[in-house]
């Protein structure tokens, strides 16, 4: 039997065994709590802010949040703003005119992802090597095939909880904007989540590399935690002094090694930098995934 | 002799412990082996060296003839219960086995019909769909037993596999086991002595990370060479039984067990001859409560391990 069988086998088992673990379930209704609180949430705020620019700019007031964003995206001191906000003329390019309830499910879906991965996937590992169950399997398949199985099993899990959080999303959407959010849109907002997806696959190569190291489930989410708050402040550190000199030259090579720099690249419309992005973002997560391997490889089980 | 198992100078330390100190082991193809030695000897270290679940720090393996275990190499032909590790808990065992048996090679079909099979003959096919965290911790070890005979492979290690059994179930897997017998290399740890010599036909005593002795249980319980008359008293004439039993064997008399043991050849005596010719000289002299043939395997280990 190849190795891409076992592989293959390990996957299938693994989404079918992480989907019945209640911590799994737990994190996916919460991933989908939170994204249908976030869009009513952001459409009420939406509808807030629409209210006050049309008494500023003494336009009729709409039932329907949305109907003045959209007439917004023409006028010009908006776009200033909004090109402000992305900080990336690029990034502003392709999203402007879009309607606000994908790029609501856009922002929270990248928002959101690292910590669903940390939710998710950081305890699979550790807790088949802590109660030793990682044994019965090791003698029949190879070490690399578990993990890699084990990685594909969480990476399609969370291609699940974006395809059921996004349905929610619009549902939520629908209902608040009615013909505003129109079915079309569905397609987009599938798009974004399957940009959202790809952007996970580093975060889950990292949290699963990482969980590689321990035989503890709770320590295991401690460290996938503490990697994010690192890498929150690796990118804050990065962004502020790349424009520097001196020492400051060597930052964007080391921002290239976290996905943070990759992220943009996924806002895009085109089909150039958004391959980029995904190839990157890939590759990383099997580095990520493979530092950890490496370490594990000759461990005792 | 062909070797399913090989093991030269294996050495495994846990810190500046060693807890296999050069050993070296020969396991004979389809053999029934057992595994003795005392707590901390070496023996789980072992088996979980043997499959690779621990790296040695030198030393050679040679499983099957295709050196260590690798399991692109022996996946499907080699299983172990291991010690102390549980099954997932959220598996269901039906569900479990099959995943097992596919991971071993199986087509789908038989590796259900394997799992199926399975789960009846220990006795558990009336739980097949019950997730694992509502079985007994004894339902789970006849599961674990019983995932290593899935596929037929052949090689098996099973650490303890009667610890936690009822004694109807202890029974049920002596039997399943000793059905293999011939078939299959099967190697048993165990710190029960009655069972590694009802199961195995050979035998390692294992201390300190070393092999002290292997042999097969025969050899080393004696039964063609030892006899052993268990007396009321001592008896009043040694001479008298010495001379009985002449050229044809020698006396030794324990007089705290009152134990006497006649060691002999079964070439040159059939033990019923000499019975016939030592029990009417022994009767006349003082009572006799039991025979013996050969000594116990706990004998035999407790006089090599002290």
Redo the contacts between chains.
């Keep these: ?1 190849t ?1 891409f069988i ?1 592989v293959w ?2 996957t299938c ?1 693994e989404w079918f ?1 992480a989907l ?2 209640r911590r799994a379930l737990v994190a996916l209704l919460l991933y989908m709590a939170t994204s249908v609180g976030t869009m009513y949430w952001s459409i009420s705020l939406l509808q807030k802010v629409e209210k006050e620019l049309a008494s500023i700019l003494l336009l009729p007031a709409s039932e329907h949040p949305g109907a003045i964003a959209t007439t917004l995206w023409k006028s010009k001191p908006f776009q200033g703003i909004m090109r402000q906000v992305s900080k990336n003329n690029e990034v502003f390019n392709d999203i402007q005119g879009k309607n606000p309830v994908e790029l609501i499910y856009a922002w929270l879906s990248f928002f959101y992802m690292p910590l669903l991965v940390v939710l998710i996937a950081a305890n699979r590992i550790p807790e ?1 090597m802590g ?3 990682v ?9 690399g ?1 578990w993990v890699l199985g084990k990685f594909f099993g969480q990476v399609s899990l969370i291609a699940l909880a974006v395809i059921i959080s996004g349905l929610c999303a619009y549902a939520v959407a629908r209902f608040r904007l009615g013909r505003y959010a129109p079915v079309e849109i569905v397609w987009n907002m599938a798009f974004w989540a399957a940009r959202a997806w790809i952007y996970s696959i580093p975060f889950v190569g990292l949290i699963m590399g990482l969980s590689l190291f321990t035989k503890s489930a709770s320590k295991s989410t401690i460290f996938g935690i503490l990697a994010l708050v690192g890498l929150a402040i690796i990118t804050g550190v990065t962004t502020f002094f790349r424009a520097g000199t001196g020492w400051c030259v060597v930052l964007p090579y080391i921002a290239a090694l976290f996905p943070s720099d990759y992220e943009m690249l996924l806002w895009r419309s085109s089909p150039q930098p958004l391959i980029t992005g995904a190839i990157f973002l890939v590759t990383l997560g099997f580095t990520y995934l493979g530092v950890g391997y490496f370490f594990f490889k ?4 | 002799m062909i070797t399913a198992l090989e093991i030269s100078n294996l050495v495994k330390c846990y810190g500046k412990r060693r807890a296999l100190d050069g050993l070296t082991l020969r396991i004979p193809r389809y053999s029934v082996t057992g595994l003795v030695g005392s707590n901390g000897a070496g023996k789980t270290t072992l088996m ?1 060296t043997v ?5 040695p720090n030198s030393g050679q393996i040679n499983l099957l003839g295709n050196g260590p ?1 690798d ?2 190499v ?3 032909r ?3 219960l ?1 010690q ?8 269901r065992p039906l569900e479990l086995l099959t ?2 048996g ?4 199986l087509s789908l079909q038989d590796a259900q019909k394997s799992a199926s099979a399975m789960l009846e003959a220990i006795n558990l096919g009336d739980r097949a769909n019950s997730p694992i965290r509502s079985l007994s911790h004894g339902m789970r070890k006849r599961i ?1 037993a019983g ?1 290593c005979f899935l596929g037929n492979p052949e090689i098996i290690l099973l650490d303890e596999p009667l610890n936690g059994l009822d004694p109807r179930e202890a029974t049920r897997m002596r039997s399943f086991i000793a059905k293999r017998r011939n078939e299959q290399t099967i190697v048993i740890s165990s710190h029960n002595l009655n069972d590694i010599e009802q199961l195995c036909d050979h035998v390692a005593f294992i201390e300190k990370g070393k092999t002290l002795r292997f042999a097969p249980v025969e050899n080393m319980t004696r039964k063609a060479s030892i006899l052993v008359y268990q007396l009321t008293g001592m008896p009043a004439d040694m001479l008298l039984l010495e001379q009985t039993l002449g050229e044809k064997g020698k006396l030794d008399f324990n007089p705290e067990t009152n134990r006497l043991t006649c060691h002999y050849a079964e070439q040159s005596i059939p033990a019923t001859e000499l019975n016939q010719r030592m029990i009417p000289v022994i009767l006349s002299q003082c009572g006799l409560i039991s025979i013996t043939q050969g000594s116990t395997l706990e004998e035999e280990y407790l006089k090599h391990t002290v």
Excluded: V
């Design positions: 039997m190795p076992h086998r390990m088992y065994d019945r673990s088949e109660s030793g169950a044994r019965y399997i090791a003698f029949r398949t190879s070490r095939a000759k461990r005792d089980l | 979980m499959a690779g679940f621990l790296t275990f399991a692109d022996h996946g499907g080699f299983s172990i291991p102390d590790s549980e099954l997932p808990l959220t598996s995943h097992y596919r991971l071993q090679g674990m995932q």
